[in-house]
């Protein structure tokens, strides 16, 4: 089965050991499955079982070995949309996958919380690799400047860095396909891949006469979460998330920088996007002596407490 990620602002049950995730200063909870496919596409489940289903419906739930009431639905309705969409719909055919996950995504997004989310296979992949602090790429961040997919900064020696690209560059084009109308996710998915292939970037650098193509080699790009300097006698540090490695690296700044002795010190989390709830406890606390640093409250009523466990 392909591998997708639901996060939760809560979870209906007790605590279990699997690791926390915080995203935007909210607690949210990593559940890996595999069954929800059965919910819509099971054997047991499909559009020929539920013909003439009722306002309420009970129904078995495929690879849950249960049956769940569902009140005030009716399939027919759903079946009904998807045979429309693809009989006439004038861009048809819609791919069933797109039609799948978006399923997916509005019954999640039905929740109306905003940090309760459905990942895609391709993008659960991508949310491990940036957890990990390594992934296969060019070695680009990129940002959105007035509708266009541009290069924010090449990481240092990076195979963008190496094939030229600058910070400000626009990527109009990635492997022929054009670029207008992309979400930042779908430039990213579409420029990563795996090490020792080739992607063809179509790129107008500011100043130039027209675009040129630039191919470049992904390769394997490590990214350090937490960056470290000394400012003015200020000790800064940058923690851009909170990954496998963060609490080894700000351990490490901590150290290189108390013995110069700064002023004072300033921890810089904007734009980080979460991570590990672990690591951010770890990280709190290193200037948290004793005490509460987060309790993670359930739906159930039960509440797990996360202390501080640093060296202060």
Do not use: C
């Not at 078995?60 to 009989?87: C, H, M, P």
């Amino acid at each position: 089965m392909e591998n997708f990620k639901i996060f939760f602002k809560d979870n209906n049950n007790t605590p279990s050991p699997h690791r926390r995730f915080i995203t935007s200063g909210v607690l949210v909870v990593l559940v890996l499955t595999s069954f929800v496919v059965g919910v819509l596409f099971g054997d047991t489940f499909n559009g020929n079982q539920v013909e003439g289903a009722s306002a309420s419906t009970t129904i078995r739930v495929n690879g849950l070995g249960s049956t769940a009431q569902i009140k005030d639905v009716n399939f027919n309705l759903y079946w009904d949309v998807w045979n429309k969409l693809q009989e006439r719909f004038i861009g048809k055919p819609v791919a069933d996958a797109d039609l799948f996950y978006s399923s997916i995504e509005g019954m999640v997004a039905a929740a109306g919380d905003p940090y309760t989310v459905f990942l895609r296979p391709q993008k659960a992949e991508r949310f491990n690799q940036d957890l990990s602090g390594s992934f296969s790429g060019i070695g680009a961040e990129l940002g959105m400047k007035k509708e266009i997919i541009t290069i924010v900064a090449p990481l240092p020696d990076s195979p963008a860095e190496r094939a030229g690209i600058k910070a400000g560059d626009k990527v109009l084009a990635v492997d022929g396909k054009d670029t207008y109308g992309w979400t930042l996710d779908e430039a990213v998915n579409k420029i990563r891949g795996k090490k020792g292939t080739t992607v063809k970037l179509m790129i107008f650098s500011d100043g130039g006469t027209a675009p040129r193509e630039v191919e470049i080699i992904r390769d394997v790009i490590k990214v350090k979460s937490v960056k470290w300097e000394m400012k003015d006698q200020v000790a800064y540090i940058q923690i851009s998330s909170f990954n496998e490695d963060t609490a080894e690296l700000f351990d490490q700044s901590i150290r290189e920088l108390v013995i110069k002795n700064p002023k004072a010190f300033v921890i810089d989390l904007r734009n980080d996007p979460g991570g590990f709830l672990d690591t951010a406890v770890r990280v709190a606390s290193e200037w948290i002596e004793k005490g509460t640093i987060v309790t993670e409250k359930f739906s159930d009523g039960t509440e797990q407490t996360y202390v501080s466990n640093g060296k202060h």
